[in-house]
């Protein structure tokens, strides 16, 4: 898997992306010593390019950054895919787009971000050192959950 992070988000609405949100994280990762993988900022192409493509590049990761402001079946199948691989998934939702589906908001391996502005948004992010991001089983809850310096992010 190596030091990988898809950076995953609505394609639907691409055209409607904050492009300002998806350069800081592309810079956020890097400069944790990652490499990203941002479908949002390729261009189009076939839905069967995109498919193959996207699911090369989750299978490459180590951990996923989601954004969630907009329904999408795609990120929802990125997550399960995360979710089934054991891959922590930090989940990035403003406020006035709540609720989150529960689905998504319940799953183990899932660190939710709620943010009321971008900067907000970029001081939590900030605080996270992808390098200390896991999953592993907790003493407190029994679960196999998201840790973050070996911090359970669900008790």
Not at 27 to 35: A, D, E, R, S
Not at 110 to 117: A, D, G, S, W
Request: overall charge negative; glycine content about 4%; some cysteine.
């Amino acid at each position: 898997m190596g030091n990988k992070v898809y950076i995953a988000c609505s394609m639907i609405k691409a055209q409607q992306l904050d492009f300002s949100l998806l350069d800081y994280l592309i810079k956020y990762v890097q400069v944790q010593g990652f490499h990203s993988y941002v479908p949002g900022k390729m261009d189009d192409a076939p839905s069967k390019v995109i498919f193959d493509r996207d699911l090369n590049w989750l299978k490459q990761s180590s951990i996923i950054i989601a954004d969630v402001n907009e329904p999408s079946h795609g990120v929802g199948m990125e997550i399960m895919y995360a979710y089934v691989y054991r891959i922590p998934v930090i989940c990035l939702l403003d406020e006035k787009n709540m609720p989150l589906s529960r689905m998504v908001e319940g799953g183990p391996h899932t660190l939710l971000l709620i943010y009321r502005t971008k900067e907000e948004l970029i001081e939590e992010v900030e605080k996270i050192d992808l390098n200390k991001l896991e999953i592993k089983n907790c003493s407190t809850c029994t679960e196999k959950t998201i840790h973050l310096e070996d911090i359970c992010k669900k008790c």
